[in-house]
Nanobody, 124 residues
Framework: EVQLVESGGGLVQTGGSLRLSCVAS????????IAWVRQAPGKDREGISC????????HYVDSVKGRFTISSDNAKKTVYLQMNSLKPDDTAVYYC?????????????????WGRGTQVTVSS
């Protein structure tokens, strides 16, 4: 059974930092892409970053470039999202998602497996 479990969300002030973690199990982690997708209240889901574990390639949406960094620890089957210089517009539920074939040329959105999400709230 595929499982993706997010943690690390919380309440932070504008300009602050958080590090999200996604622990994966039940699939061949080294062969998959892992993405972070967020959904703000009243808005569509937005793929913000991904990493493909076969070769380490990464993609970011423009709104987080230079502020967020995605990384993967294959030994721990964990993907991290370091979020710096947070803004109120970053407030959302952040989901971890996995797929063997995505994270090619962009983050994408139609991942096959999803975690339950972790709430990130940035106060002004």
């Amino acid at each position: 059974e595929v499982q993706l479990v997010e943690s690390g969300g919380g309440l932070v002030q504008t300009g602050g930092s958080l590090r999200l973690s996604c622990v994966a199990s039940g699939f061949a982690f080294d062969d998959y892409a892992i993405a972070w997708v967020r959904q703000a209240p009243g808005k569509d889901r937005e793929g913000i970053s991904c990493i493909h574990n076969t070769d380490g390639r990464t993609h970011y949406v423009d709104s987080v470039k230079g502020r967020f960094t995605i990384s993967s620890d294959n030994a721990k089957k964990t993907v991290y999202l370091q979020m710096n210089s947070l803004k109120p517009d970053d407030t959302a539920v952040y989901y971890c998602a996995a797929d063997r074939w995505l994270c090619n040329g962009g983050v994408g959105l139609w991942y096959s497996d999803w975690g339950r999400g972790t709430q990130v709230t940035v106060s002004s």
